[in-house]
């Protein structure tokens, strides 16, 4: 069984920053992918970002490259997402996953709320 103990999220203004992590409680958490989505209201949920179980490759969507940051530390069970230069458009409804590959959830954490005001 999956579950995820976030920590992070919050409300911020646009400009600022804010860092999320998940502890996940996987036993094999060193042989998954990481992965964070978002859900924002009335839209489906999106791909963020995804870091491989090796910690050498990292995957980003078009709209946070630049401004988002995945990282991992095996050793403790925990992925990070580090947000920088945060926009309105970032306002969403924030979800950690396991996956068997990058990009893929097929474990998921319950979300953490997002909010950036202008």
């Known amino acids: 069984r999956f579950s995820c103990r976030r920590l992070g999220g919050g409300l911020v203004q646009a400009g600022g920053s804010l860092r999320l992590s998940c502890i996940a409680s996987?036993?094999?958490?060193?042989?998954?992918?990481m992965n964070w989505f978002r859900q924002a209201p009335g839209q489906d949920r999106e791909f963020v970002a995804a870091?491989?179980?090796?910690?050498?490759?990292?995957y980003y969507a078009e709209s946070v490259k630049g401004r988002f940051t995945i990282s991992r530390d095996n050793s403790k069970n925990t992925v990070f997402l580090q947000m920088n230069s945060l926009k309105p458009e970032d306002t969403a409804v924030y979800y950690c996953?396991?996956?068997?590959?990058?990009?893929?959830?097929?474990?998921w954490g319950k979300g953490t709320q997002v909010t950036v005001s202008s």
């Open positions: 870091i491989d179980w090796r910690d050498t490759s990292t």
């Open positions: 996987l036993r094999t958490f060193g042989s998954y992918a």
């Open positions: 996953a396991a996956g068997i590959k990058p990009r893929r959830g097929d474990y």
